[in-house]
Nanobody, 122 residues
């Protein structure tokens, strides 16, 4: 089970961190990803991280502003959002899968959280 937290109202240009805690099983050996879905839009890839944090992937829209990280001792993955923009407003989901292939494709993930709303105000 994956549970996101940290959503809420965020000031544009500020910083904010989302967390995703895993329970019920260890996700140490899994790729973890963040996706988001804005109203009226399809779910899109945001970022992903391999099992030991040595490899990360980002969507072009967030590269240089968001940072994904993980603490395997805590079974938790984070998404640090720096300089968020109003267009980053969405429900953010974390997900996990074993393979490090096709990490940008949501359908390839096996486990999903329930999502957390992030609203960026200008």
């Amino acid at each position: 089970q994956l549970v996101e937290s940290g959503g809420g109202l965020v000031q544009a240009g500020g910083s904010h961190r989302l967390s995703c805690a895993a329970s019920g099983r260890t996700f140490t050996n899994y790729v973890a990803g963040w996706f988001r879905q804005a109203p009226g839009k399809e779910r899109e890839f945001v970022a992903a991280i391999n099992w030991n944090g040595g490899i990360t992937w980002y969507a072009d829209s967030v590269k240089g502003r968001f940072t994904i990280s993980r603490d395997n001792a805590k079974n938790t993955v984070y998404l640090q959002m720096n300089s968020p923009k109003p267009e980053d407003t969405a429900v953010y989901y974390c997900a996990a899968k074993r393979s490090a292939l096709e990490v940008r494709i949501g359908a390839k993930y096996d486990y999903w959280g329930q999502g957390t709303q992030v609203t960026v105000s200008s």
